[in-house]
């Protein structure tokens, strides 16, 4: 079909959900992603929407995902690592399963969506990886405890600045963004003004704004290795 096609996880709400309306409207296959993605019915599938239910914590969803891609259209142009998870909670009472939890929707789904990709994207010599990441990490908040998702989502920064030079002189790029507080359905809107006041610019984020950042890294060909944040100045310092 020679079009251009994403995989997009994490994509039956919210961000998401945003990111894979967006590359429908530009004309992009979409492969998308998540637990029980074809009973949300946020997405309906036609010839340049396949969706695909699965945990992207494991190995065979990740591979799933890649050969749905290239048996639709040959090819993968943009893999983006929407799914991940906050798991709240202080340190010394973290429990093993909230550790695990955190890592495995956020690292493993990374590591399983991210390498058969890869490995395409070399063979054809192009390809993208842009991962949602989150701005917490670099400037942490007192009372926003969740150490499983610092921790997961730490790796992802580092993961992505390392592949991007790892790959530099293969056509593939690697970027990230750092999200702030999206106003999505996971937050209760009793919730708002208290999130507010954790940016700078006092208000929550939008999804849209989320979505303009993808799609500038998508058409910025020279940037790799990025991580651009999208949080109302919150990684900028204490205020």
Known sequence: MNKKTAIVTGASSGIGLAIAKSLLDQGYVVVANSRKIT?????????????????????????ILVQTALEATG????????????????????????????????????????QPAVREMV????????????????????????????LSKSAL??????????????GIRFNAIGAGIIDTPMHAPENHE????????????????????????QGATFVTGEVIHVDGGAHAGKW
Request: without cysteine.
């Open 39 to 63: 009973k949300s019915e946020a997405l309906t599938p036609s010839e340049h929407v396949v969706l695909v239910d699965g945990d992207i914590g494991t190995r065979e969803v990740g591979e």
């Open 123 to 150: 063979k054809a010599g192009s390809g993208h990886v842009v991962t949602i990441s989150t701005s917490l990490v670099v400037q942490p908040i007192r009372g926003v405890n969740a150490f499983g998702t610092y």
């Open 194 to 217: 208290f999130l507010k006041s954790l940016h700078p610019i006092p208000r929550l984020g939008t999804v849209d704004e989320i979505v303009q950042a993808v799609n500038y890294l």
């Open 157 to 170: 920064n580092g993961a992505t600045k390392s592949l991007a030079i790892e790959y530099s002189d293969q």
């Open 75 to 114: 090819q993968i142009d943009l893999l983006v690592n929407n799914a991940g998870i906050f798991v709240p909670g202080d340190f010394a009472a973290y429990s093993e399963e909230q550790y695990r939890t955190a890592l495995s929707t956020n690292v493993d789904g990374f590591f399983y969506a991210t």
